[in-house]
């Protein structure tokens, strides 16, 4: 288990999750951008429940080890959704070519 600390607190959340969340809130970053996520938390009384973070550049998230006596808590729904949200973002921009930048004199034969 992991615990991510934001600026107003911390949730614990299951390993693959925390790593999700840590690539998401770089990838917003780099693009200046944010948005709210929904992960799998466990409460302070040790039950499962559910936390909604919003993270974009601003975010300043750091991640530790928990040591807790359950079985990871992973939503396999919730991780790819964050891992596709990244791989969108990552992936290089596409633009429109602009015809201007052709050569009108280039034999395409």
Do not use: C, W
């Amino acid at each position: 288990m992991k615990r991510i600390f934001y600026a107003s607190g911390s949730v614990v959340t299951g390993d693959r999750t925390a790593v999700a969340v840590l690539a998401y809130a770089r990838a917003l970053a780099m693009r200046e951008s944010s948005d709210s996520i929904d992960i799998p938390v466990v409460t302070p009384a040790g039950t499962e429940g559910r936390a909604q973070l919003v993270i974009g550049p601003a975010s300043q998230l750091m991640v530790v080890t928990e040591v807790m006596d359950r079985e990871e808590l992973d939503d396999d729904d919730a991780i790819a959704a964050i891992e596709k949200h990244v791989e969108g973002l990552l992936a290089p921009e596409s633009r429109p070519l602009d015809p201007g930048q052709f050569d009108e004199n280039l034999d395409t034969d």
